[in-house]
C-alpha cells in the first residue's frame, strides 16, 4: 500500500465522495400505502362481488340484511388487511447490523463518526467487538480475526492478512485480506481501507436480492382464484336469468314492485353461487393450522405458507446445525505410539483450561469420558503458553508437574509434522492416516509432546521445538439422531433432500451418506456454479443433491434452478447469506435459536427447535391441511346446490318471491352460523395414514378433480331433491302457510349438512369412525351443539317470525331429520360397496 492511503481523506473531500456515493446505508423499502392495501385486498373478485351485494341489499331497502352482508365481508375483509400490513422487516434488519458510530482517520487525525457518514476511501480502525460497517481492504492486522458466520454460514473465524501478505491461492470468493460489512470482529487490531459502501457492499447485494424475490402467489391461492371467478360468472348469468324469469312471473304487481322482487330473486341465487365461504374456510384452517405448528415448535409468520408446505418437492437444508449437531465431537483417535490414554491426556493438556471453542470443550469432554478429569489435566503449573495465530495454525502449553517439565501442542497436521521428530517413512504412515480420516469427513488434528529437563530448556517459540508425534484426533458435528429417519421419511414422501452448505465437499457428502440422502457423491462446488449458466444449472441440479463452498448468490440461484424445473422449494436457513434464497424459496424456513434476526425476518416459517424432525412434521401438517380444505371445498359446493337450485327453481314452478324456500336473509344465516361451524369441525380431521407415503401433489392440480367435483355435485343434488322436495310438498298442502314449509326445507339442509362433514371426511372409512375419532373432542361437540341450539333458536325463539319461519310440530321434526339423515347417508353405502369390492379382490389375488 502507498504511503497515501494511510493520510486517511479530508472532511471536504469525505463530502465530494459522499454526494457521488451516497449515505453507507441500504436502499430502504419503499412503505406501501395502507389504503392502497386495503384496496388490493378489497378488489379482489369474490370481496368485490360480496359488496356489490351487500350494496343491492341497501339500494332495494333491505338495510338489515344488507348489514348483516357487510358485517360479514368487513371481517374477513379486516383478516386479510392484517396480514398484508404484517411488512416485511428484512432490510431493517440488515440495517441494524452495521455498527452506528466508527473511528476514522480525518483530515490526519483519528475521529468518531457515524457509520452512515463512511465513504470508499476512508480509513477505519476496527478492534474486538466491532461490527464492520463497510466492506474494506486490510491495511494493517494484529492478530485480527473475525467471524464472518452471518456471511458465510461457517462458525469458525477468519484470520485477517494485509493484501501485501495474503499468500492464500485459493478461489475462495471470500477473501482473508478483505473485510466484510456486518461481520464482527472477535480478536485483534485492524486498519481498513474503505472500498464499497451501502448497496456495494455483500449485505447490500443480499439486501437488493431481498428486495428483487418475487411476491407470488401460493399454489392454493391460484387455485381459489380460479374457482371464485368460475363461480363469479356462473352467479352473473344465473343472476340475469332468474331476473328476468322472476320479472315475468309477477305480471300483475306494479312495475317498481316486479323490479324489487325480480332483483331480490337474482341477489339470492347470486349469492348462493358465490362461494365467500373460501375466505372463512381459508382463514379458519390457514390459523389453526398455524396455531397447531407453533405447538410443535414451528412459528408460522405468513399463513398461506401452512398449506404451501404439503406441496414441497424440494427440501433445501443447510448441513451444519440442521442436518447436523452444530456440536463438534471427537469421532477417531489414532495413536502413533499404540497408547491410546496418553493421546489424550496429552490433548487434553494442550487445550485452554477456560476453553470456548467449541473444538477445545469437545476434546475436553471427550477426556472426561476417558477418565481424565480436569484436575488430572490441569493439575500442573502452567508455565508457558504458545498461542494459536492464523499463521502458525498450531498451539501449545508448558506445564511442571511431579518435577517434570513436557510441552504439549496440537494443531493443523500439516503444521505439526514438521515439528515433529520423524523418519520419512514413519511421517509417510502419519500422512496416509491424515488422508484416511480427512476423507471420512473429520477434521483432523494432530497432538504432539516434548520432555524438557529444566526451565531453561523451555524454546522461545513453538517452531523451535522438536516434538514426539503423538497421533491424531478425528472431530466431526455429527448428524442428529433422528435425521437418518425423517430422511427415510422425506425419501418415501417423494421430497428430496438437497445439502447447501459452505463447508467443503467431502465433509458434506460424507454426512449425507451417513444419513442416506440420495446422489451423496454428486458434488457441485462454488467455483463450478460461477462458470455455469442458469440453464446448465437447471439440468444440473436435476441429479446433484450435494452443493459445497457456496456464496449467496449461488444460493439463491439453486433455489431459482429448482423452481423453473416446477419444483416447490423449501429452504432452511439461519444467516444473512441466507436471506435471499430464503425469500425466494417458496418456503423460507429460518432456525430460530441460531438464526440471524435477518434470516428470520426473510422466512415463512420459523423453527423455535432447529431441529430436522420439525421440518418434516411441519411437512405432514401441511398435507393434511390441504387434504382438510379439499374436503371442505367439495362440501361447500355440495352444500350450495340446494341453496341455488331452489333459488333457480323456484320462479320456473310460478312460486312468488314471497314463498321462497330461501330467502336472501336464510342464504346470509346459512353462511354465517354453519359453514365456519363444519369448517372447525373438517379442519380437526386428521391426517389420513398414507398421507406421508404419496408422491407431493402437482401445484397445477385443480383442488377439485373431476372425480370429486362429480361426488359433490350429486351429494348436493340428493340433499337438494330432499329439502326442496319436502317444502314443495307442504307448501303444495299449505300455500298459506309458507314458513311451516320454508321450516321444513331449511331444517333439513341444516342437518343434512351436519352429518355430511363426518360422511365426507374420508372417501373410505365410514361416518362412525369419524364419530368415534370425534368423541373426546370438545370442539366438536361444540360446534354440533353449537348448530343444534343455533337450529332450535331460529325455530322456537322468537326469531322465528323475523327470519319468516315457523315452529315445527313433534312430528314435523322427526321427520325432517329422518330425511336429512338419509339425504346424506347414501353415501356410506357407497362405501361399503367399495369395501366388498376392494375384500374380494384381495381374496382373488391371494
Same mark, same amino acid.
Given at each position: ?104 482517520? $480525518? ?92 448497496? @456495494? ?26 374457482? #371464485? ?67 410443535? =415448535?414451528?412459528?408460522? *409468520? ?29 469421532? &477417531? ?36 469420558? %476417558? ?30 508437574? %511431579? ?34 480420516? @480427512? ?79 440420495? =446422489? ?13 449458466? &442458469? ?12 452443493? @459445497? *463452498? ?6 439463491? *440461484? ?108 336464510? #342464504? ?15 379442519? $380437526?380431521?386428521?391426517?389420513?395414514? &398414507? ?76 361416518? #362412525? ?53 338419509? @339425504? ?19 381374496? %382373488? %389375488?391371494?
Amino acid at each position: 500500500m502507498t504511503e497515501q492511503h494511510f493520510k486517511g481523506l479530508t472532511t471536504h473531500k469525505a463530502k465530494e465522495l459522499q454526494e457521488k456515493f451516497g449515505k453507507n446505508e441500504l436502499v430502504t423499502e419503499k412503505k406501501e400505502n395502507f389504503l392502497h392495501k386495503v384496496l388490493h385486498v378489497i378488489t379482489e373478485p369474490m370481496f368485490l362481488l360480496l359488496i356489490v351485494a351487500a350494496t343491492i341489499y341497501f339500494i332495494l331497502g333491505e338495510p338489515k340484511d344488507g348489514a348483516i352482508m357487510l358485517i360479514f365481508v368487513i371481517g374477513v375483509i379486516g383478516i386479510e388487511t392484517i396480514q398484508e400490513w404484517k411488512t416485511d422487516k428484512t432490510l431493517k434488519a440488515l440495517k441494524d447490523l452495521s455498527a452506528p458510530q466508527i473511528k476514522v482517520l $480525518r483530515d490526519g487525525t483519528e475521529k468518531v463518526i457515524n457509520s452512515l457518514d463512511l465513504v470508499p476511501g476512508d480509513i477505519m480502525f476496527i478492534s474486538e467487538g466491532v461490527k464492520v460497517p463497510a466492506d474494506g481492504i486490510v491495511l494493517k492486522a494484529s492478530t485480527l480475526a473475525i467471524d464472518e458466520s452471518s456471511l458465510t454460514g461457517e462458525a469458525e473465524a477468519v484470520w485477517k492478512v494485509t493484501q501485501d501478505n495474503c499468500t492464500d491461492t485459493s478461489t475462495d470468493y471470500w477473501r482473508k485480506d478483505y473485510c466484510y460489512a456486518g461481520t464482527l470482529v472477535t480478536q485483534g487490531t485492524g486498519t481498513i481501507l474503505v472500498d464499497k459502501i451501502g448497496p @456495494s457492499t455483500e449485505y447490500g447485494k443480499i439486501g437488493q436480492n431481498v428486495l428483487s424475490a418475487p411476491n407470488n402467489p401460493t399454489p392454493l391461492q391460484k387455485q381459489t382464484g380460479k374457482l #371464485v371467478k368460475l363461480c363469479a360468472v356462473i352467479a352473473a348469468v344465473l343472476f340475469i336469468f332468474v331476473g328476468v324469469v322472476t320479472y315475468f312471473n309477477i305480471s300483475d304487481h306494479a312495475f317498481i314492485d316486479r323490479l324489487i322482487e325480480s332483483v331480490l330473486s337474482g341477489v339470492t341465487l347470486a349469492m348462493a353461487m358465490i362461494p365467500e365461504e373460501f375466505p372463512v374456510i381459508l382463514t379458519v384452517f390457514l390459523s389453526m393450522g398455524a396455531w397447531r405448528l407453533a405447538k410443535k =415448535n414451528s412459528l408460522v *409468520r405468513k399463513l398461506p405458507s401452512v398449506e404451501t408446505l404439503g406441496a414441497v418437492s424440494v427440501l433445501c437444508v443447510d448441513k451444519t446445525g440442521t442436518i447436523t449437531m452444530n456440536k463438534m465431537t471427537v469421532r &477417531d483417535t489414532w495413536s502413533f505410539t499404540n497408547d491410546t490414554n496418553s493421546l489424550i491426556k496429552i490433548m487434553g493438556m494442550g487445550c485452554k483450561a477456560d476453553a470456548y471453542d467449541p473444538m477445545e470443550k469437545s476434546m475436553i469432554s471427550y477426556c472426561e469420558e %476417558n477418565g481424565f478429569s480436569r484436575d488430572i489435566i490441569f493439575g500442573g503449573e502452567l508455565i508457558k503458553e504458545y498461542a494459536f495465530t492464523d499463521d502458525l495454525k498450531m498451539m501449545g502449553h508448558v506445564w511442571e508437574s %511431579n518435577e517434570s517439565i513436557i510441552v504439549t501442542a496440537k494443531g493443523s497436521p500439516e503444521r505439526i509434522l514438521t515439528i515433529c521428530n520423524l523418519k520419512a517413512s514413519e511421517k509417510k504412515i502419519a500422512e496416509n492416516k491424515i488422508i484416511e480420516m @480427512s476423507s471420512q469427513g473429520l477434521r483432523v488434528i494432530a497432538v504432539g509432546q516434548m520432555n524438557l529437563n529444566n526451565i531453561d530448556d523451555i524454546p522461545e517459540t513453538l517452531k523451535e521445538c522438536s516434538l514426539e508425534l503423538c497421533g491424531l484426533i478425528g472431530l466431526a458435528d455429527p448428524p442428529r439422531e433422528s435425521v437418518k429417519e425423517d430422511i427415510k421419511t422425506c425419501t418415501k414422501a417423494g421430497v428430496r433432500v438437497v445439502m447447501i452448505t459452505g463447508d467443503n465437499g467431502i465433509t458434506a457428502s460424507s454426512i449425507a451418506k451417513q444419513i442416506n440422502i440420495p =446422489n451423496s457423491d454428486k458434488i457441485i462446488t462454488g467455483d463450478e456454479l460461477n462458470n455455469m449458466t &442458469d440453464e446448465e444449472l437447471k439440468e444440473r441440479v436435476k441429479e446433484v443433491s450435494i452443493f @459445497s *463452498r457456496v456464496v449467496p448468490e449461488h444460493k439463491m *440461484r439453486i433455489v431459482n434452478a429448482f423452481k423453473e424445473n416446477g419444483e416447490i422449494v423449501a429452504m432452511t436457513g439461519d444467516g444473512v447469506n441466507d436471506a435471499p434464497a430464503l425469500k425466494h424459496a417458496d418456503i423460507g424456513i429460518a432456525m430460530g435459536k441460531r438464526g440471524s434476526e435477518v434470516s428470520r425476518e426473510a422466512a415463512d416459517l420459523i423453527l423455535l427447535d432447529d431441529n430436522f424432525s420439525t421440518i418434516v412434521e411441519t411437512i405432514r401438517n401441511g398435507r393434511r391441511i390441504y387434504d382438510n380444505i379439499r374436503k371442505a371445498v367439495g362440501y361447500v359446493f355440495t352444500i350450495h346446490i340446494p341453496i341455488a337450485f331452489s333459488a333457480l327453481l323456484a320462479p320456473l314452478l310460478g312460486i312468488s318471491p314471497g314463498s321462497l324456500l330461501l330467502l336472501p336473509l336464510h #342464504v346470509v344465516l346459512l353462511e354465517l352460523v354453519i359453514d365456519p361451524t363444519c369448517s372447525i369441525v373438517l379442519e $380437526r380431521q386428521p391426517a389420513e395414514e &398414507d398421507i406421508m407415503e404419496r408422491s407431493p401433489r402437482d401445484p397445477n392440480e385443480k383442488m377439485l378433480t373431476s372425480k370429486n367435483l362429480f361426488k359433490s355435485i350429486f351429494q348436493g343434488f340428493v340433499i337438494f331433491s330432499a329439502s326442496f322436495g319436502t317444502y314443495y310438498w307442504f307448501l303444495n298442502q299449505n300455500p298459506d302457510n309458507a314458513p311451516i314449509a320454508r321450516a321444513m326445507g331449511l331444517t333439513i339442509i341444516l342437518l343434512a349438512n351436519l352429518l355430511l362433514v363426518h360422511v365426507n371426511s374420508s372417501s373410505y372409512d365410514f361416518a #362412525v369412525k369419524s364419530f368415534i375419532k370425534a368423541i373426546n373432542d370438545k370442539i366438536m361437540w361444540i360446534a354440533s351443539l353449537g348448530t343444534l341450539i343455533g337450529l332450535a333458536v331460529i325455530l322456537y325463539s322468537p326469531l322465528n317470525s323475523f327470519l319468516k319461519l315457523a315452529p315445527l310440530s313433534i312430528k314435523q321434526l322427526p321427520l325432517a331429520a329422518l330425511i336429512a339423515v338419509v @339425504s346424506v347417508a347414501w353415501y356410506e353405502v357407497v362405501k361399503l360397496v367399495r369395501h366388498i369390492k376392494n375384500h374380494r379382490s384381495m381374496k %382373488n %389375488n391371494q
